[in-house]
Nanobody, 130 residues
Framework: QVQLVESGGGLVQPGGSLRLSCAAS????????IAWFRQAPGKEREGVSC????????YYVNSVKGRFTISRDNAKKAVYLQMNNLKSEDTAVYYC???????????????????????WGQGTQVTVSS
């Protein structure tokens, strides 16, 4: 059974940085696009970023472009989200998930929607506050 485990969340002041990690097991990560989502209290789960194969294919929601960077290390079965210049509106529980379709050259879908992703982790809390 595929399992994803997120880590790296915490409390940080505005303008600070955090690096989230998503560790995968029971899956050949090379064949899947992986996305990060976030969910703030009372809001829908939002697709934040997605990464396809190692040579490209990334997606960022407009609100994080230029501040967040997604990367992956297939050998370590891990995906990362480097978050810089954090803002209070970034406060949420962050989740990683696999795209529902596998491919030899995985790519992110045109839009990163919750219904198209599987194998959700338990989430890691990110709180941005002074």
């Amino acid at each position: 059974q595929v399992q994803l485990v997120e880590s790296g969340g915490g409390l940080v002041q505005p303008g600070g940085s955090l690096r989230l990690s998503c560790a995968a097991s029971a899956i050949t990560l090379d064949y899947y696009a992986i996305a990060w989502f976030r969910q703030a209290p009372g809001k829908e789960r939002e697709g934040v970023s997605c990464i396809g194969s190692s040579d490209g294919s990334t997606y960022y929601v407009n609100s994080v472009k230029g501040r967040f960077t997604i990367s992956r290390d297939n050998a370590k079965k891990a995906v990362y989200l480097q978050m810089n210049n954090l803002k209070s509106e970034d406060t949420a529980v962050y989740y990683c998930a696999t795209y529902q379709y596998s491919s030899l050259r995985p790519r992110c879908p045109p839009s990163v929607n919750r219904v198209d992703f599987r194998s959700w982790g338990q989430g890691t809390q990110v709180t941005v506050s002074s």
